[in-house]
């Protein structure tokens, strides 16, 4: 099955400055990779995803890059600001939702 | 918005006990997902519902069951608690159809068994 490899585990930052995590995945059949952020107390919130027929896709500050050959896929967070402190999940799945695999999460830290 | 309940943000048990965890949504969504999430282990499937009284099992159904009377509530049953089954849950919700449809989650239930 699936397996979904996600790095740092924690990740600190200067406000303004860019925060990068990767994420890898096995099965070359998956084909969608969304990005969840989750705020203290709260649930995941789905900010981004990307499938396999794109190589970037971009919202505001958040861009997110697939590297089908390699298996892998990065979240790009440009000029961070305290808020976007939170733990982000990378996921990759193959049909939908049922089959959805999860990293182990990212804790991101901007310093103010 | 979308909206998903769980009924209770905290909860503590005794091992042995028979838990009920609730989770309702409010957008008429016909899927619907248990996951437990753990440190350095992300989330993970435990159980989903594509439809009223339809279950199916997910990564780690072991020690647990569903049920699915009404379309939007979903239950998660923990049938005898075990201290291993300490750990955060989260509920979500999805619509359906081919392919993938974002899904939304609740605030999750932080459960401890004693």
């Known amino acids: 099955g699936e397996n979904v490899e996600q790095h740092p585990s924690t990740l600190s930052v200067q406000e303004g400055d860019s925060a990068v995590i990767k994420c890898t995945y096995s099965?070359?059949?998956?084909?969608?990779f969304p990005w969840y952020k989750q705020e203290l107390g709260k649930g995941p919130q789905l900010i981004i995803d990307?499938?396999?027929?794109?190589g970037e896709k971009k919202d505001q500050r958040i861009a997110v890059t697939l590297n089908k050959t390699a298996k892998h896929f990065s979240l790009h967070i440009t000029e961070t600001q305290p808020e976007d402190s939170a733990v982000y999940f990378c996921a990759a799945s193959r049909k939908n939702n049922n089959d959805m695999r999860f990293g182990a999460g990212t804790r991101l830290t901007v310093k103010p | 918005d979308v909206k998903v309940t769980q009924s209770s943000r905290y909860l503590v048990k005794r091992t042995g006990e028979k838990v009920f965890l609730e989770c309702v949504q409010d957008?008429?969504?016909?899927?619907m997902f248990w996951y437990r999430q753990d440190p350095g282990l992300g989330l993970r499937l435990i159980y989903f519902?594509?439809?009223?009284?339809?279950?199916e099992k997910g990564d780690i159904p072991e020690g647990y069951s569903v049920s699915r009377e009404k379309k939007e509530r979903f239950s998660l049953i923990l049938e005898s608690a075990s201290t291993n089954q300490t750990s955060m849950y989260l509920c979500?919700?999805?619509?359906?159809?081919?392919?993938?449809?974002?899904?939304?989650f609740g605030d999750g239930t932080r459960l401890s068994i004693l």
């Open positions: 099965d070359s059949a998956s084909n969608y």
């Open positions: 990307i499938r396999s027929n794109v």
């Open positions: 979500a919700s999805s619509l359906p159809g081919q392919g993938h449809q974002p899904q939304h």
């Open positions: 957008m008429d969504h016909e899927n």
């Open positions: 519902s594509y439809d009223v009284k339809m279950k």
